[in-house]
T-cell receptor, first 113, second 114 residues
Framework: EADIYQTPRYLVIGTGKKITLECSQTMGHDKMYWYQQDPGMELHLIHY???????EKGDLSSESTVSRIRTEHFPLTLESARPSHTSQYLCASSGQAQTYEQYFGPGTRLTVT | KNQVEQSPQSLIILEGKNCTLQ??????????LRWYKQDTGRGPVSLTIMTFSENTKSNGRYTATLDADTKQSSLHITASQLSDSASYICVVADRGSTLGRLYFGRGTQLTVWP
């Protein structure tokens, strides 16, 4: 069982609200990732981090932002939620090896009404 | 363009039967190929990871094969159980970047009926 946690698991929120999705891992991994997944579709990388104070945008353009102030914590923020942000958000972390294992959290199902 | 294609899109089998899921990829340069199991509403969990030199890898009732020449992989599930009902995702990593970018297939949705 991977030690990576996401909260909340489910969130229903109105348009225009600011939200923060939390992700924490206790494995001491330097690399962390945020993916977005719609039903029946592949995971898309939206943000990643090599370590503290390192954040990069992924393949899929996203209006969200991330921060990495501590190794174990990688929160994702949406300043003004819109219905188009409705999706499943998955956080993951990995070590440095070439065949690194990416461990995924349980995900946050976000619905913006 | 780096892509990962999986087939079939969905599959229904009876409990106790075997099945094989397919994955074709065009990712280059290739680093490794993984199979993940994703239960509904959960994050993916790794089943196997194979590098270029590995042809077969097993994890209990799951056996993955890799043909790096034809860029094909398969996941064979033996003696299926109801708990095998999930989406099975093929993921290919490239070695062309420091990040080791992962390319995800859309998954095969497997349903096991009693």
């Amino acid at each position: 069982e991977a030690d990576i946690y996401q909260t909340p698991r489910y969130l229903v929120i109105g348009t225009g609200k600011k939200i923060t999705l939390e992700c924490s891992q206790t494995m001491g991994h330097d690399k962390m990732y945020w993916y977005q997944q719609d039903p029946g579709m592949e995971l898309h990388l939206i943000h990643y981090s090599y370590g503290v104070n390192s954040t990069e945008k992924g393949d899929l353009s996203s209006e969200s932002t991330v921060s990495r102030i501590r190794t174990e914590h990688f929160p994702l923020t949406l300043e003004s939620a819109r219905p188009s942000h409705t999706s499943q958000y998955l956080c993951a972390s990995s070590g440095q090896a070439q065949t690194y294992e990416q461990y995924f959290g349980p995900g946050t199902r976000l619905t913006v009404t | 363009k780096n892509q990962v294609e999986q087939s079939p899109q969905s599959l229904i089998i009876l409990e106790g039967k075997n099945c094989t899921l397919q994955c074709n990829y065009t990712v280059s340069p290739f680093s490794n190929l993984r199979w993940y199991k994703q239960d509904t509403g959960r994050g993916p969990v790794s089943l196997t990871i194979m590098t270029f030199s590995e042809n077969t890898k097993s994890n209990g009732r799951y056996t993955a094969t890799l043909d790096a020449d034809t860029k094909q992989s398969s996941l064979h599930i033996t003696a299926s159980q109801l708990s095998d009902s999930a989406s099975y995702i093929c993921v290919v990593a490239d070695r062309g970047s420091t990040l080791g970018r992962l390319y995800f297939g859309r998954g095969t949705q497997l349903t096991v009926w009693p």
